[in-house]
């Protein structure tokens, strides 16, 4: 039975006992994997954040306040943009409007959550102040989370910073490319 428990660099996947006695654990070291990989000094990759925002002012803001933090940023000026740029440059986060032109954002949320190619990606709701009927159906239709507008540039960083941290610890006991190694521990 496979496990995966951190340890270090690595992850212990299995474990047998040799004919011999001895008992062998094989471990699986973490592949470099765009998400989870760290650059050379240390720090994260700059993570990519799209913006579905319609409102012109708000997206120049929400952009401003993001590339300070070191975020690369692009903007979805409707739903139907959005999707495509959520399909073509895969990006780490999404941070959704609700009230959007075209598609609505929970349209938008269910459409990413229900293609493969945009179904991992964390989505951060933008919602209309006191509307919990919104919140409730931005978590059924696969929201990560959700800010009530008006809000601060500052809590917006803090909480894509936790949904980026929480996605990564998930991330890094499941990544495809691996590298066997085993060690023998007796
Ligand atoms: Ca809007």
């Known amino acids: 039975m496979a496990e995966s428990l951190p340890w270090g660099n690595f992850f212990v996947t299995g474990a047998r006992a040799s004919p011999e006695g001895t008992f062998h654990r094989f471990v699986t070291q973490r592949a470099p994997d765009r998400r989870t990989a760290r650059l050379s000094n ?19 803001i929400l952009e401003y306040n993001l590339r300070q933090e070191k975020f690369a940023v692009e903007i979805g000026k409707n739903g139907e943009e959005g999707l495509t740029k959520a ?9 959704l409007d609700l009230m959007l032109p075209d598609l609505d954002g929970l349209e938008v949320c269910r459409r990413l959550k229900s293609d493969s190619k945009t179904k991992a990606i964390p989505v951060l709701m933008l919602t209309a102040k006191g509307n ?41 006991g499941q990544l495809p490319e691996r590298m066997q190694t085993e060690e023998r521990l007796h």
Do not use: N
């Open 132 to 172: 919990e009927m919104d919140r409730v159906v931005g978590f059924e239709v696969g929201a990560d989370d959700y800010l009530t507008k008006p809000f601060s540039p500052r809590e917006l960083v803090l909480r894509i910073r936790a949904i980026l941290k929480r996605i990564r610890c998930l991330c890094s």
């Open 87 to 95: 399909r073509r440059g895969s990006p780490d986060l999404i941070v």
């Open 42 to 60: 240390g720090r994260e990759p700059m993570a990519r954040i799209l913006v579905i925002e319609d409102e012109p002012d708000l997206a120049k």
